[in-house]
């Protein structure tokens, strides 16, 4: 377990290095260094000026060399200002990655409590009527693009029967309850987008553990239906379900980059997105590390998970080249 | 040839069309896929038909609600909505099904390679496509839509065309979405490497190019076929989002994602102009992700119920 782990963890670190450095070839590739919008800016600046600056900066430096400063500076704690806020990056992001748990936990959590229970039941009832329907919701919830179904959540519910506010983020001075109201549409919204997926797996392995021999077993038994669900085929099916929730990470983060910028909520998502737009270079560089990190921790986790809930699963990479 | 060991090659089920017919869905998002194909090729024609066009603005007539001139009404800035979504259909149908013959085309070259050669180039190339796949994907795409092409050393000509975003934006969705056919390749290679045909053709003397082409390409075309068309399903969702978010197909060309750019504005005076757009992508996706379904339980013996 411990070797895996070390393996995993240093197989992640490699990928986030080499993500790292192409991220920070790619930031260089965008429209306009610092300096350039500084001239743009500026008109009494003139070439020479321009020149002086990029050398006080670094910035006619190669791509290598500068990369390592930046890294050297990052490794301290380090990473530069924030050219839109105006603030150290760090003091930028901490807020707005807690502003994305906040959206997202109770996405996650809500969307278990609604699969779970759905998809055992459309397994259970295979091929009938309320398997149809809940294939069908599922399959609807893959299509939709997210932004649009954003956009109808706020023709219905802010726009046409005024029920709710139509920005996650309340004025400043408003309390709890405020905040927690704002919050409905973003989190329905993600929610309804999100769990299809979660029924989807919840569904296909529930099929799977319903055709073991044990749960014949049990059936023959004579084990009431409630019975055979929960503690039978619940525990084995939830297996796939930790892996998908685990490996969703990565795919909330960009739902929620999505649902952050539609409903005005200032997350991770949304300030990667603004910082991009805005040649914040810093701060865009940082969001979108941040993002990979937490979706390379997301797949480690899926993976433990995997070995700490079925014992029989060792956890060695299976050599399948040779 | 001395030993001729069977290549069971394409699946030729002659059941295939009965099976496939039997997923009524499937058959349901067939004829919808070539009614939209349909209507967005004969978009011009359809437009000297009513006598509009399709990109005239008409300031004095904006957010109109439909009417016989006008089907679908007018958007923001006076042009015919009805028109401008089969214009919008030309070019997200373009883009979902060049780029995911793109990823489908890499996405089988890596797993063929992955899965006959084994060894580090596996390793390698396996380790790759898992770091693909472990990349928050919409962020990755903005950073990768952002880039400027005259850094990277484009003519203007190029980088200044009006085509321009079309190509990039297909570039890109092609450069993320081949880790799914890669890994299905991968997988069904490295099993068929090892059967008899391919053993007998390797030791009549037959290259490994040959080996692939002939033996093994034909014996995954199904799961290729099936994992593309749920490509092109997913890259007009991320064509659509891209372009939403201003960093996909640039205006004054129409797509059903850039439609959407500023609706936002318009929800209170004219909520239906956020509408159509979106239905457009929902029903085009659902219909790729239901024949995707279909073709499966069509060309897959396994996966039928």
Redesign the interface.
């Known amino acids: 377990m411990a070797a895996f782990l070390a393996r995993r963890l240093a197989q992640s670190g490699l990928i986030l290095f080499i993500v790292i450095f192409l991220t920070y070839w790619l930031m260089g590739l965008m429209p306009g260094d610092p300096i350039d919008l500084m001239v743009q800016s500026n008109p009494d600046l003139t070439p020479a000026d321009a020149a002086r600056l990029k050398a006080l900066y670094g910035l006619d430096q190669p791509i290598i060399t500068r990369f390592w400063n930046w890294l050297t500076q990052a490794l301290q704690g380090d990473f530069g200002y924030s050219r839109l806020f105006g603030q150290p990056v760090w003091e930028v992001l901490w807020p707005r990655l807690v502003n994305t748990l906040i959206l997202m936990l109770p996405v996650v959590l809500l969307s278990i409590v609604i699969a779970v229970p759905l998809g055992l039941l459309a397994a259970r009832k295979a091929y009938g009527w309320f398997d149809y329907t809940v294939n069908l919701a599922s399959f609807a919830g893959i299509s939709v693009p997210p932004f649009w179904f954003a956009i109808l959540m706020i023709i219905g519910f802010a726009v046409t029967l005024n029920w709710l506010p139509a920005s996650a983020a309340p004025p400043g001075d408003a309390g709890l309850m405020d905040h927690l109201r704002h919050l409905i549409l973003p989190v329905a919204t993600l929610t309804i987008l999100n769990v299809g997926t979660y029924l989807r797996f919840m569904r296909a392995a529930s099929l799977q553990t319903l055709r073991q021999d044990y749960v014949r077993t049990a059936l023959a038994k004579g084990v009431s239906e409630t019975r055979l669900l929960t503690h039978h085929v619940l525990r084995n099916a939830l297996l796939p379900l930790v892996t998908i929730i685990a490996l969703s990470f990565g795919s909330l983060f960009s739902g929620t980059l999505i649902i952050e910028t539609i409903f005005a909520w200032p997350g991770m998502g949304k300030t990667i997105y603004d910082s991009v737009l805005g040649n914040d270079y810093n701060l865009a560089m940082v969001g979108f590390l941040l993002a990979t990190a937490t979706t390379l921790l997301g797949n480690i986790l899926a993976d433990l998970c995997y070995g700490l809930l079925d014992p029989r699963i060792e956890l060695e990479e299976v050599k399948l080249g040779g | 040839m001395a030993v001729e060991y069977s290549n069971p090659g394409l699946p030729t089920h002659d059941g295939f069309w009965r099976q496939f017919a039997r997923h009524r869905l499937a058959l349901l998002a067939l004829a919808l896929v070539v009614l939209l194909a349909l209507l967005a090729l004969f978009a011009p024609a359809l437009e000297m038909l009513l006598g509009l066009d399709a990109g005239a603005a008409d300031l004095f007539n904006r957010l109109a609600p439909p009417s016989a001139d006008h089907w679908l009404g007018t958007d923001e800035a006076g042009r015919d909505v009805f028109l401008r979504l089969l214009y919008g259909g030309r070019v997200s149908l373009m883009v979902g099904i060049i780029a995911a013959l793109l990823a489908a085309l890499l996405g089988t070259m890596i797993g063929l390679i992955a899965g006959y050669f ?2 580090w180039p ?2 390698f190339l396996m ?1 790759a496509t ?2 693909v796949i ?7 795409l ?3 839509a ?3 092409p ?3 050393g484009l003519p203007d000509s190029i980088a200044q065309s009006e085509l321009f975003s079309l190509y990039r934006i297909i570039l890109i969705i092609s450069l993320v979405g081949w880790t799914t056919v890669a890994r299905l390749v991968r997988a069904e290679t ?1 099993s068929l490497r090892r059967r008899e045909f391919v053993i007998a053709a390797r030791a009549q003397g037959l290259g490994s190019p040959a080996i692939l082409c002939r033996h093994i390409l034909p014996n995954v075309a199904s799961p290729i076929v099936v994992a593309t068309t749920l490509t092109i ?1 997913n890259v007009i ?1 991320l064509e ?2 891209l372009s ?3 960093l996909g197909i640039q205006p004054p060309t129409a797509s059903w ?1 850039n439609m ?1 750019n500023n ?2 504005d318009y ?2 005076d004219a ?1 239906m102009l ?2 159509w ?2 239905l457009m ?2 029903v085009t ?2 219909a790729f ?2 024949l995707g ?1 279909g073709l499966q339980d069509a060309l897959d013996p396994r996966a039928r ?1």
């Open positions: 084994g060894g596996d390793g380790r898992d770091a472990a990349l928050p994907l919409l962020p990755l903005i950073v990768l952002a880039v400027d005259q850094k990277l490295l399903g969702l659509s989002v939403f978010l201003a994602g959407l609706v936002q929800l209170w909520p956020a509408v757009p979106g992508i929902f996706v659902i992700n239901f379904d119920r």
